[in-house]
C-alpha cells in the first residue's frame, strides 16, 4: 500500500513562496505518477501539476502556469510542488495523489492520496 504525506504549507503573504513536498512509503514511487491537487473552501477539488514516473513529463493548470513548479526525486521517494508569486485565489488544502504509470485529468483515477496541507495567501 503507498502511502503519501504532504508537508509545506502555512501562511505566506500575496507574491509570497512555499514548497510543499510529498513523501511517499510503504511502496517505491518509481512506478507512478504523481498529482498535486487543491480545494478551497466551498469548491471543488482541482488538478494543480501533474509529473511522469520519470520527471520528464509535467503539466500544469493554467491559471498556475509560469508560477509552479513541479519536480520528483525517487531516491528520496518525494515530489516537490515549488509555488512562487502566491495569490490569494491559491489559497486551499493541497493535496498530492498517485497512480500507476501515467498523469490523468482526473482525480478518480488516483487511489492513492495523502492528508493534505493547508496554504494560506494572506497580508
Known amino acids: 500500500q503507498l502511502q503519501l504525506v504532504e508537508s509545506g504549507g502555512g501562511l505566506v503573504q500575496p507574491g509570497g513562496s512555499l514548497r510543499l513536498s510529498c513523501v511517499a512509503s510503504?511502496?517505491?514511487?518509481?512506478?507512478?505518477?504523481i498529482g498535486w491537487f487543491r480545494q478551497a473552501p466551498g469548491k471543488e477539488r482541482e488538478g494543480v501539476s501533474c509529473i511522469s514516473i520519470s520527471g520528464g513529463r509535467t503539466n500544469y493548470l493554467d491559471s498556475v502556469t509560469g508560477r509552479f513548479t513541479i519536480s520528483r526525486d525517487n531516491a528520496k521517494s518525494t515530489v516537490y510542488l515549488q509555488i512562487n508569486s502566491l495569490k490569494p485565489e491559491d489559497a486551499a488544502i493541497y493535496y498530492c495523489a498517485a497512480r500507476p504509470t501515467i498523469c490523468r485529468p482526473s482525480l478518480n483515477e488516483y487511489p492513492y492520496w495523502g492528508q493534505g496541507t493547508q496554504v494560506t495567501v494572506s497580508s
Open positions: 510503504g511502496l517505491t514511487l518509481d512506478y507512478y505518477a
